[in-house]
């Protein structure tokens, strides 16, 4: 069984800090972990995937990751905020030889000018 | 590369008819199809895992009868809400998978008024 918990559905922090965006799993398995982004109206796109590689793990448009297991954590930071960051950001796990995802609850990312 | 289109992006229809909704996977095959909802500032719910050429496998809760899948080919998998309600008006989204991954649609918008 595999479950994912994201603390704070809503975070807000000044365009220029740091954000960081927390995500914590469970999983019987070893998981594989993700972050999506979600603009409105519109699909998920992939930021960063942990696929049992190096634990840290850089995406797109300056997000990066740390794998931890230990903490079971898998936590999305950035160090300095844009505007454009201002979205919906959902952190999943799934894992090897099985497509299907659990995904969290999410959390609103706002970037205050 | 693995680029996943719907159609429509949004349908508005009158309670008691049906619609379907097309993804399709663009540049690779998908195996798997997985078809989700998303309720206003909600998470994706999973509604159905399909396979090509075989029944999909619904979760829990979702009626079969209602949203009918099928999976046709290795790219193109449809949703059809049947006789639909202002309840099922919501936001559709697939994905296809390919190996660990999945990949999204932009989602669909519908409407029953």
């Known amino acids: 069984a595999q479950s994912v918990t994201q603390l704070g559905s809503h975070v807000s922090v000044s365009e220029g800090a740091l954000v960081l965006l927390r995500c914590n799993y469970s999983?019987?398995?070893?998981?594989?972990l993700f972050w999506y982004v979600q603009y409105p109206n519109q699909g998920l796109q992939l930021l960063l995937k942990?696929?049992?590689?190096?634990?840290l793990v850089k995406g797109i448009n300056g997000f990066e990751a740390e794998f931890k297991k230990s903490e079971t954590s898998f936590h999305l930071t950035k160090p300095s905020a844009h505007m454009s960051d201002a979205a919906e950001y959902f952190c999943?796990?799934?894992?090897?030889?099985?497509?299907?995802?659990?995904f969290g609850t999410g959390t609103r990312l706002t970037i205050i000018p | 590369g693995a680029v996943v289109s719907q159609h429509p992006s949004r349908v508005i229809c009158k309670s008691g008819t049906s619609v379907k909704i097309e993804c399709r996977s663009l540049?690779?095959?998908?195996?798997?199809m997985f078809w989700y909802r998303q309720f206003p500032k909600q998470s994706l719910m999973l509604m159905a895992t399909?396979?090509?050429?075989?029944?999909?496998?619904?979760e829990q809760g979702v009626e079969k009868d209602k949203f009918l899948i099928n999976h046709a080919s290795l790219t193109l998998s449809t949703l059809t809400v049947t006789s639909a309600h202002p309840e099922d008006s919501s936001f559709y989204i697939c994905?296809?998978?390919?190996?660990?991954?999945?990949?999204f649609g932009p989602g669909t918008r519908l409407t029953v008024t």
């Open positions: 942990y696929t049992s590689a190096a634990t």
């Open positions: 999983s019987s398995v070893p998981p594989y």
């Open positions: 540049d690779f095959q998908a195996t798997t």
């Open positions: 399909s396979n090509e050429g075989s029944k999909a496998t619904y």
């Open positions: 994905s296809g998978g390919r190996g660990y991954e999945q990949y």
């Open positions: 999943a796990v799934g894992n090897f030889g099985n497509e299907k995802l659990t």
